[in-house]
């Protein structure tokens, strides 16, 4: 997109818009296809998650949170390992 925006300004705007706009229109049919016409009464009253699921999804949540912020913590220790895959991919590729 930033080739185009240096090419050709108008044509970047007119993605970038046209990528925003698909994903809002994207949202609204899901929501429309998954719920269709909701009773806000109902969706107030019930509730979405148990305190048993909550228990078993925030750990979960805090794991994809730390390897989202800290991967090298994670890619460190596979560095060794995957580099030796590949010196071996990389040997029997040439001796064939």
Do not use: Q
């Amino acid at each position: 997109m930033v080739g185009v925006f240096e090419v050709n300004t108008f044509a970047a705007v007119f993605s970038a818009m046209g990528i925003i706009l698909g994903g809002a229109y994207s949202l609204y049919l899901a929501n429309r296809i998954l719920f269709g016409n909701i009773n806000l009464n109902v969706v107030s009253v019930s509730v979405d998650i148990s305190e048993r699921e909550t228990a078993a999804l925030v750990p979960l949540f805090v794991l994809v949170l730390g390897i989202g912020l800290y991967p090298n913590i994670f890619l460190d220790s596979m560095h060794m390992s995957c580099s030796n895959f590949v010196e071996n991919l990389r040997i029997s590729f040439c001796l064939k």
